[in-house]
C-alpha cells in the first residue's frame, strides 16, 4: 500500500479549485476546495496555493534508445537525405559505443521529471543492432516500472524487406516483450508497400500486438500506401489497434481527396500522430478532429544522430503544436493540451488515464493561470506525481 | 570611466578558448587564453571556465510598447482574421489602461537578463493611441540608455491611408525621436499601395530616416507590391536603408520569379525580416543568401493581444528558426544563431557590434559546448554583458 496524499487548493486545466485525495496510487476523489472535508490524518497533505493541476504527460512518439541525452553533445554533421541520416545513424551506433540503457534511462528519467509518466517509444531492431536496443530499454522499463508506463514499439530503422533477418529479429522482439510492432515507409523504404504491410499485418497478427508505422511518403505517394494499409486494417480487424506516424501526405493531398481519406481513416479507428514539424506538411488539425480522427504528439528522436531538437518537457512540445497549427486563442491552444493529454492516451491505450476518481495518480503542478498560459511560458513544475509516488515536489515560494 | 574587467578562458562561438579585456565599455583586446597577459591589476577577473561566448543577441523586429509581460494573463479569445485581431487591439489598448511604459520597460528588462543588447521595436501610431504608447518607449529608451541599444519604428498599426490624421502623427513620432518609419500592407491594409508606398518614402525621406515595411501581403500580391516598393527604393536612393519585415510572398512565388526579385531586394540593398512562423510560408535561407540578401531574425510581439507566444531568449527564437528552417548540422545552425546577432545588426545598422577589439562589450556566457548546443538547450545566462556593465552573472556552479 502507497502512502496517501490530500493536495488541496489546486485548478484542475485553470478550472475553480479542488482538494485531490490520492490513496495507494490512485485518484479517490476530486471535490471542491471550498467543501471538501479536512484531510484525512495520515495523509501527507500538499497545499498546491492554487496552482494549476494538470494530468501527467504523455509522449506519444520518441527513440529514446538512441538518444544522446546526458552524454556529450554530438555534433552533427549529415548530409540531408533520409537515406544519408539512417546510414550516418547504423555507422554511429556501431562506432560510438552507444549503451542504449543508459541512454533511455537518462532520458526517461528527464521526461518523469518533467511530468510526463507514459511514453511510446520506438526502438531499433535491424541486423547491425539485433536487439541490444530492446533489452537497453528492457531494462529501462523494469527500473522505473512502478512510474513510467512505457510502451515499446519494434521499429525497422533500417527498413523490413531489404536486410534478411529483420522480419526474424522483429519476430523476436515481439516475443521478448516489446508491446507495439513499428514500421517504415512500405513504399520508399522498403520499395513494395503491398508486401511490406503484409508482411507488417501478419506478425502483428500473428502476436496479437497493434501497429505503429512511421509514414514519412509524401503526397500521392503516400495516400496510395495509406489506402493499402487502410485495407489491411479492415481485413485483419484491427479497428482501433494502429497508428500512422508523421503521416506528411495528409497535408499535402488537395482537400477533397485529403477529407475523402480522413473519413476512411476515422472508420478504421486508425490514429495519427505528428510531432508537428515546422518545415514540414502536418495532418489537419481541425479537419481530422472534425472526421473523428484521433491526433496525438509526440516528440520524435530527441538531441540524437538525426536531429539536436527535442525536449522531455511535453509542454513545449504542446507549445510547437500549438504555433504549428497558429493556434492562439485559449480555448484553441488547450487543444494542443488534450494531443499531449488525452488524445495521446487514448491512441496508445494507456490505461486508467485523466483527472478523474479511479485514475492512476500522474499529477502535474505549475504556476500557471490557464493551460495557455502553462504552455507558453512552460513554468518549472511544483510537483510531478507518478502512479502516486511523489517525482518532484517544490513549493520553496 | 566604466570599470575594467578580465573575462578569461571563454570560447568565442564554440572556438578555442581567449581572455577578453573590457575597458570603458568596449572590447579592448581578445587573446589567445594560453598565451595571454595575466589580467592587469584593477581589471574585475571573471573566470569563465571555457564558458561559450557569444555576442549580445539582437532583436531585430518586436512590440515592447503591448506586451502583457509582467502582467496577468490575457486570455485570448479573438477571431482569426488579420482586421480581427487590429480591431480587437485597438479596443483592449483603449479599455485596458495598458500603460506602454511599464510594459515596454519589464519586456526590455526581460531581453536584457537574456541577453539581448540591441533591440528594434515596433510602436503603435493610430488616431486612437496617438503618441502615448511611443511616449512610453522613449521613457524606457532613456531609462536604460547605457545598457539597451533601442530602436524604434513608428509604427500606423491600424493603416496610414484609411485613418486621416495617421500621417501627421506619424511624422510627429519621427520628430519626436522615433528613429525608423513603419508601415504596413501598402495593398492589403491601405487599399492603395502606390500611394501609401508614395506617403511613406516622402515621409521617410524628409525626416532622413529609414523604413522598415509589415509585408504580409501573399504570393503574388505581395510581389506587386515588393515591387513597387523596390521602385521607389531606387528612385530615392534608399539602398541599405529599408527592410521588409515577415514578406511572406517569397516563400510562395514560383523559384523563377522568386529568384528574380531577391536578385533585386539584392541590388537595392533591402534586408528581409522573418521571425519564422511555423504556420506561414517564410523567406527561403539559402536563396536569399545566395543571392546576397541580408535575412535576420525577430520574435515580432510577446505575449500581447495578438498572440501568446514569444521570449525574450533570443537563443529560442534562433531554435524556432532552425526548426523552420530544418537545419540540423552544427554548422547550419550556427547560421540561424547570425539571424539574431550579426545578420541583425547589419540589417538595423546598430554600431560597433560584435566579437572583435573596438566593439561595444556586449557579451553572453553560457555553459555549451557548440553554438548549436546553445541554441538547442537554451542555457540559463552565466553572464550577460550590456555596453561594459553587468547585467547578471552566476558562477555559482
Known amino acids: 500500500m502507497k502512502p496517501s496524499f490530500s493536495i488541496i487548493d489546486v485548478r484542475p486545466f485553470g478550472a475553480a479549485p479542488v482538494d485531490v485525495r490520492v490513496v495507494d496510487g490512485a485518484i479517490a476523489s ?26 501527467g504527460f504523455v509522449e506519444g512518439h520518441t527513440h529514446l534508445d538512441k538518444t544522446t541525452w546526458g552524454m556529450p553533445w554530438y555534433r552533427n554533421a549529415v548530409g540531408p537525405r533520409l537515406v544519408d541520416r539512417i546510414e550516418n545513424e547504423r555507422h554511429w551506433r556501431a562506432t560510438s559505443g552507444h549503451d542504449a540503457a543508459r541512454a533511455s534511462r537518462s532520458l526517461a528519467l528527464a521526461f518523469l521529471r518533467a511530468g510526463t509518466t507514459r511514453l511510446r517509444t520506438h526502438v531499433d531492431i535491424d541486423t547491425d543492432a539485433g536487439l541490444a536496443h530492446l533489452d537497453g530499454v528492457l531494462d529501462t522499463r523494469a527500473a522505473l516500472a512502478d512510474v513510467l508506463d512505457l510502451q515499446i514499439v519494434a521499429f525497422p530503422q533500417s527498413g523490413m524487406l531489404e536486410r534478411p533477418g529483420t522480419r526474424e529479429l522483429l519476430d523476436a522482439a515481439l516475443a521478448e516483450g516489446a508491446d507495439v510492432l513499428g514500421a517504415l515507409d512500405p513504399a520508399a523504404i522498403d520499395g513494395d508497400p503491398a508486401a511490406s504491410l503484409d508482411l507488417t499485418f501478419a506478425l502483428a497478427t500473428r502476436h496479437q500486438k497493434p501497429i505503429d508505422i512511421h509514414l514519412h511518403e509524401p503526397g500521392e505517394l ?118 499531449v493529454t488525452t488524445e495521446g492516451a487514448r491512441a496508445c491505450a494507456f490505461e486508467r488515464y485523466g483527472l ?11 504556476d500557471a493561470e490557464t493551460v495557455a498560459h502553462a504552455i507558453t511560458s512552460r513554468p518549472p513544475r511544483r510537483l510531478v506525481m507518478a502512479n502516486g509516488t511523489l517525482i518532484a515536489a517544490d513549493f520553496s515560494r
Not at 494499409?229 to 480487424?237: C, I, K, T, Y
Request: hydrophobic share 50%; charged share 20%.
Open 222 to 339: 503516400g495516400a496510395f500506401t495509406f489506402g493499402l494499409l487502410l485495407d489491411r486494417v479492415e481485413a485483419h480487424g484491427l479497428h482501433g489497434r494502429v497508428v500512422v506516424s508523421h503521416a506528411f501526405c495528409l497535408g499535402e493531398l488537395p482537400v477533397a481527396k485529403r477529407d475523402a481519406l480522413l473519413e476512411r481513416i476515422a472508420r478504421a479507428g486508425v490514429a495519427l500522430l505528428t510531432t508537428a514539424p515546422a518545415s514540414t506538411p502536418v495532418p489537419p488539425l481541425n479537419a481530422a478532429r472534425a472526421a473523428g480522427v484521433t491526433l496525438f504528439g509526440g516528440n520524435d528522436g530527441i538531441r540524437d544522430a538525426w536531429t539536436p531538437y527535442g525536449s522531455p518537457d511535453m509542454l513545449e512540445r504542446a507549445m510547437l503544436i500549438a504555433m504549428r497549427y497558429d493556434l492562439r486563442r485559449d480555448d484553441d491552444l488547450a487543444t494542443a493540451l488534450d494531443l
Open 356 to 366: 478523474a476518481a479511479g485514475a492512476r495518480a500522474d499529477l502535474v503542478l505549475v
Open 30 to 55: 476530486i471535490a471542491p476546495h471550498e467543501r471538501a472535508a479536512p484531510p484525512l490524518a495520515g495523509d501527507t497533505v500538499i497545499d498546491g496555493q492554487g496552482a494549476l493541476l494538470l494530468p
